[in-house]
């Protein structure tokens, strides 16, 4: 059974920083953070490969946030700075299984977390 466990959400004042994490109950499949606003899509953040090597950060949040691992924990993490009140959102850890890199599209990840929420007050 494949299992994604979110934390590290809450609320912070823009200009603040927050870490994500995502445990994971394996360590072998790229993953990645999308985020969802309330009456918006579900949008792609950042993803990293399985070995780390590669990361893909959206252009909204690149220099602000970035992406990284720690396979000896099975863990994923997204650190924010600099949040903005649009940074706002469920953000949602997902995992990718077919070991082809690292890609944008939500439809080809296989496997998604309860999301935890961000809140950023101006």
């Known amino acids: 059974q494949v299992h994604l466990v979110e934390s590290g959400g809450g609320l912070v004042q823009a200009g603040g920083s927050l870490r994500l994490s995502c445990a994971a109950s394996f360590s072998r499949y790229a993953m990645a953070w999308f985020r969802q606003a309330p009456g918006k899509e579900r949008e792609f953040v950042a993803a990293i490969s399985w070995s780390g090597s590669r990361t893909d950060i959206a252009a909204s949040v690149k220099g602000r946030f970035s992406i990284s691992r720690d396979n000896t924990k099975n863990t994923v993490y997204l650190q924010m700075n600099s949040l903005k009140p649009e940074d706002t959102a469920v953000y949602y850890c997902?995992?990718?299984?077919?070991?082809?890199?690292?890609?944008?599209?939500?439809?080809?990840?296989?496997?998604w977390g309860q999301g935890t929420q961000v809140t950023v007050s101006s």
């Open positions: 997902a995992a990718d299984s077919r070991l082809l890199g690292v890609t944008q599209d939500l439809d080809e990840y296989d496997y």
